[in-house]
Nanobody
Framework: QVQLVESGGGLVQPGGSRQLSCAAS????????MRWYRQAPGKERELVAQ????????YYTESVKGRFTISRDNAKNTVYLQMNSLRPEDTAVYYC?????????WGQGTQVTVSS
């Protein structure tokens, strides 16, 4: 019954913006750190951003720093990824993941395509 459901993907023009959402259910969302990963065709999966439990400390991979913002709303059991100034190289399937010491959960992903 654990679910992570991503939404918000689609076709975006270079320089445009998009917000991804990940709705969680079936576990104690507030006790998990949340991560966004992405995977482009022919490339390895990479960690894009992370937000922790508690103080909600954030981490971003260098290529998205200053353009992407991860946030969470524990009352809504939802984590977000705001993406600005998008580039063609941001094109990928974006995955939401929940992390704890004993448990890790993954969503099915949402496609983001940055192209004119």
């Amino acid at each position: 019954q654990v679910q992570l459901v991503e939404s918000g993907g689609g076709l975006v023009q270079p320089g445009g913006s998009r917000q991804l959402s990940c709705a969680a259910s079936g576990f104690t969302f507030s006790s998990y750190s949340m991560r966004w990963y992405r995977q482009a065709p022919g490339k390895e999966r990479e960690l894009v951003a992370q937000i922790t439990t508690g103080e909600s400390s954030t981490y971003y991979t260098e290529s998205v720093k200053g353009r992407f913002t991860i946030s969470r709303d524990n009352a809504k059991n939802t984590v977000y990824l705001q993406m600005n100034s998008l580039r063609p190289e941001d094109t990928a399937v974006y995955y939401c993941s929940a992390w704890a010491y004993l448990r890790r959960y993954w969503g099915q992903g949402t496609q983001v395509t940055v192209s004119s």
